[in-house]
């Protein structure tokens, strides 16, 4: 009875489980419930032979959803557990056969074991694929329903994430110059190619260019003239908005208002004697001509600095503003970022900022320094802003030495590791001073020099994994000592973001020429943070045994000092005895705060390991 129901009133079932997925609750409401029961009945009324229905509809509805929600969850983990990690296997369109294959491994191994046993034959691979096929061509219609899911996903994503970000930067550039040759070889074609792709470390676009070897003329093609080199810059930034609707999709509601063809003009943006943007009105115009507006004015900024039209780099200045913008040319506080990921209410906040600047005859944004590949050099002398120079190790006085490793980078783990350091310091009552260790890296040391670490570093990765190594097993004794094992960390860490956030076409044209081709990878930054952890355990083992001689010494001393003085003066030492004791638990005190900050850094997780880190 129950298949015979839910069978002819299928379509009315259907039209709600979009909704009741999406919600992804186990149970389903009773509004819902009535709804579709109203509707059943409805529907059976019009029928010439009444279809039987289960005698509590209401509850057959539940249980029919129920299941059917069982069987999408386990679908979905069986997608997400079977889907393949390596990249090359969506180099071509995949089939139905392709993805059954790897969905149901584990069902087609047990039916071709099976037939193999029960056709008395020695188990041999041989059968494998006939008796494959025999099950890809048997399978029920749930199964071909969540085959041909799977293979709609698989083939518009294509790998997962992590894995294509790999696999581009370890092939994206030949493949290109290759597929650039094997056209001109092949048809005598020459060709321009725009590429971008997400960068995931900061949720930005990478935008380059890539284009055939000239074989006759004497420059390629983008920069041959002033004028192609112009429109190649507004080329980059008209295809990087393209791309931003591509792999950045606005969500927002207000989004759709302002993509109608018929929907209001933009203001055009009016500039003064400057050549800085004059704050123009926004009625009636929807979030994404806000965007617009919003990208304009700062474009028209930056053209100020560069004397060119080159795209703004949001994904640097994000991550640095205020060594880009004048103070003040954003709300305090305010995240700078590419216009278009801007929500409604961070597009009012930024604009009644202006609105306030404009009333009082500022400009509205103003750049204190770009990119030194965007400046443009023409004959008129134009001024240009120097790169801000990146602080080495050598550079910082001794007492800015645990301010500089902050800002190497945001690991958590790691600025545990600074900060324990520091109350290391403060128990032993040392200066930021560092020991020289003969078997850590040369560069692991406050005498270093140099913006990046040696070309070895990058180009084997045995010395990588090594250098790691005698970080992470450097034995630590004191605070001059984890000095250097904590700054040679922090560089590799540095180290590694630059290889994550690599760009060539925002690339500094000082960067190391082995920097995209680095051995550094995921695997290496999964072995760091677990150094750090090890190294973190060994401070606060050192953290603890001073605390330990601290408070032991303490005690022996005012037992000391009572004992003298009960047998000098009487009462009046009694007094006496009561202040000295007052001082040290003052001193003891100051001790327990320091043990109490590392205890929020989780000492006692981290002592709790310590016989095994020793």
């Given at each position: 009875?129950?298949?015979?129901?839910?069978?002819?009133?299928?379509?009315?079932?259907?039209?709600?489980?979009?909704?009741?997925?999406?919600?992804?609750?186990?149970?389903?409401?009773?509004p819902?419930?009535?709804?579709?029961?109203?509707?059943?009945?409805?529907?059976?009324?019009?029928?010439?032979?009444?279809?039987?229905?289960?005698?509590?509809?209401?509850?057959?509805?539940?249980?029919?959803?129920a299941?059917?929600?069982?069987?999408?969850?386990?679908?979905?983990?069986?997608?997400?557990?079977?889907?393949?990690?390596?990249?090359?296997?969506?180099?071509?369109?995949?089939?139905?056969?392709?993805?059954?294959?790897?969905?149901?491994?584990?069902?087609?191994?047990t039916?071709?074991?099976?037939?193999?046993?029960?056709?008395?034959?020695?188990?041999?691979?041989?059968?494998?694929?006939?008796n494959?096929?025999?099950?890809?061509?048997?399978?029920?219609?749930?199964?071909?329903?969540?085959v041909?899911?799977?293979?709609?996903?698989w083939?518009?994503?294509?790998?997962?994430?992590?894995t294509?970000a790999?696999?581009?930067?370890?092939?994206?550039?030949?493949?290109?110059?290759?597929?650039?040759?094997?056209?001109?070889?092949?048809?005598?074609?020459?060709?321009?190619?725009?590429?971008s792709?997400?960068?995931?470390?900061?949720?930005?676009?990478?935008?380059?260019?890539?284009?055939?070897?000239?074989?006759n003329?004497?420059?390629?093609?983008?920069?041959?003239?002033?004028?192609?080199?112009?429109?190649?810059?507004?080329?980059?930034e008209?295809?990087?908005?393209?791309?931003?609707?591509?792999?950045y999709?606005?969500?927002?509601?207000?989004?759709?208002?302002?993509?109608?063809?018929?929907?209001?003009?933009?203001?055009?943006?009016?500039?003064?004697?400057?050549?800085?943007?004059?704050?123009?009105?926004?009625?009636?115009?929807?979030?994404?001509?806000?965007?617009?507006?919003?990208?304009?004015?700062f474009?028209?900024?930056?053209?100020?600095?560069?004397?060119?039209?080159?795209?703004?780099?949001?994904?640097?200045?994000?991550?640095?503003?205020?060594?880009?913008?004048?103070?003040?040319?954003?709300?305090?506080?305010?995240?700078?970022?590419?216009?278009?990921?801007?929500?409604?209410?961070?597009?009012?906040?930024?604009?009644?900022?202006?609105?306030?600047?404009?009333?009082?005859?500022?400009?509205?944004?103003?750049?204190?320094?770009?990119?030194?590949?965007?400046?443009?050099v023409?004959?008129?002398?134009?001024?240009?802003?120097?790169?801000?120079?990146?602080?080495?190790?050598?550079?910082?006085?001794?007492?800015?030495?645990?301010?500089?490793?902050?800002?190497?980078?945001?690991?958590?783990?790691?600025?545990?590791?600074?900060?324990?350091?520091?109350?290391?310091?403060?128990?032993a009552?040392?200066?930021?001073?560092?020991?020289?260790?003969?078997?850590?890296?040369?560069?692991?040391?406050?005498?270093?020099?140099?913006?990046?670490?040696?070309?070895?570093?990058?180009?084997?990765?045995?010395?990588l994994?090594?250098?790691?190594?005698?970080?992470?097993?450097?034995?630590?004794?004191?605070?001059?000592?984890?000095?250097?094992?904590?700054l040679?960390i922090?560089?590799?860490?540095?180290?590694?973001?630059?290889?994550?956030?690599?760009?060539?076409?925002?690339?500094?044209?000082?960067?190391?020429?082995?920097?995209?081709?680095?051995?550094?990878?995921?695997?290496?930054?999964?072995?760091?943070?677990?150094?750090?952890?090890?190294?973190?355990?060994?401070?606060?083992?050192?953290?603890?045994?001073?605390?330990?001689?601290?408070?032991?010494?303490?005690?022996e001393?005012?037992?000391?000092?009572?004992?003298?003085?009960?047998?000098?003066?009487?009462?009046?030492n009694?007094e006496?005895?009561?202040?000295?004791v007052?001082?040290e638990?003052?001193?003891?005190?100051?001790?327990?705060?320091?043990?109490?900050?590392?205890?929020?850094?989780?000492?006692?997780?981290?002592?709790?390991?310590?016989?095994?880190?020793?």
């Open positions: 009875m129950s298949t015979n129901w839910s069978i002819a009133f299928k379509p009315i079932l259907d039209l709600h489980s979009k909704a009741i997925f999406a919600a992804g609750s186990s149970s389903v409401g009773k819902v419930v009535r709804k579709i029961r109203k509707a059943i009945l409805a529907a059976r009324d019009e029928q010439e032979e009444p279809v039987a229905l289960p005698t509590s509809l209401k509850k057959a509805i539940k249980e029919y959803y299941k059917s929600l069982k069987d999408k969850e386990e679908a979905d983990e069986r997608e997400a557990a079977s889907r393949p990690r390596e990249p090359s296997f969506y180099k071509k369109p995949l089939s139905e056969w392709d993805v059954a294959q790897k969905l149901f491994k584990q069902e087609i191994d039916y071709d074991k099976a037939q193999q046993q029960s056709k008395g034959l020695e188990y041999s691979i041989k059968y494998r694929t006939g494959a096929r025999e099950w890809f061509n048997n399978m029920t219609p749930s199964q071909q329903q969540e041909k899911f799977a293979m709609k996903k083939n518009e994503e294509g790998a997962p994430e992590e294509q790999i696999y581009r930067k370890n092939n994206l550039k030949k493949t290109l110059e290759d597929f650039a040759e094997q056209i001109r070889r092949t048809m005598g074609c020459r060709i321009v190619m725009l590429v792709h997400k960068k995931k470390a900061s949720q930005t676009l990478s935008i380059s260019l890539h284009e055939t070897t000239p074989q003329a004497k420059k390629k093609f983008s920069v041959s003239s002033s004028g192609i080199k112009e429109w190649a810059a507004n080329g980059f008209s295809f990087g908005e393209w791309s931003k609707t591509e792999f999709p606005s969500e927002d509601s207000d989004h759709a208002a302002s993509d109608c063809e018929d929907g209001p003009v933009l203001p055009e943006i009016i500039v003064d004697d400057e050549g800085y943007a004059k704050l123009p009105l926004r009625d009636g115009i929807g979030l994404k001509g806000q965007h617009e507006l919003i990208r304009s004015i474009h028209t900024s930056y053209k100020v600095c560069t004397g060119g039209s080159r795209p703004i780099p949001w994904g640097v200045i994000t991550a640095s503003p205020s060594n880009y913008l004048e103070p003040g040319s954003v709300p305090t506080g305010f995240v700078v970022k590419d216009p278009s990921h801007m929500k409604t209410e961070e597009v009012n906040r930024l604009w009644m900022h202006w609105e306030r600047r404009s009333a009082t005859n500022q400009k509205l944004v103003v750049f204190i320094k770009v990119k030194d590949a965007d400046i443009r023409t004959g008129k002398s134009k001024k240009k802003v120097p790169a801000a120079h990146e602080t080495t190790p050598d550079d910082v006085a001794i007492n800015d030495r645990y301010t500089f490793l902050e800002t190497l980078s945001k690991n958590e783990n790691y600025l545990e590791l600074v900060d324990a350091t520091r109350d290391l310091a403060i128990l009552k040392q200066n930021p001073i560092s020991e020289r260790h003969q078997d850590l890296p040369t560069w692991a040391d406050w005498s270093w020099s140099k913006n990046y670490l040696p070309e070895d570093i990058h180009t084997s990765y045995a010395t994994t090594a250098s790691l190594n005698k970080l992470q097993t450097c034995p630590i004794s004191g605070p001059s000592s984890a000095m250097p094992v904590v040679g922090g560089l590799l860490y540095r180290e590694s973001k630059r290889v994550i956030e690599y760009g060539e076409d925002e690339a500094d044209p000082n960067t190391p020429f082995y920097l995209p081709h680095s051995a550094i990878d995921l695997q290496f930054l999964v072995a760091l943070d677990e150094a750090v952890q090890e190294v973190l355990c060994s401070v606060v083992g050192q953290i603890e045994r001073l605390n330990k001689e601290a408070l032991s010494d303490d005690d001393e005012v037992r000391m000092v009572v004992e003298k003085e009960r047998h000098e003066v009487g009462e009046k009694v006496s005895e009561e202040n000295v007052g001082g638990e003052q001193q003891e005190q100051e001790v327990e705060e320091v043990v109490q900050k590392g205890r929020k850094r989780k000492i006692n997780h981290a002592s709790s390991n310590l016989s095994s880190a020793w």
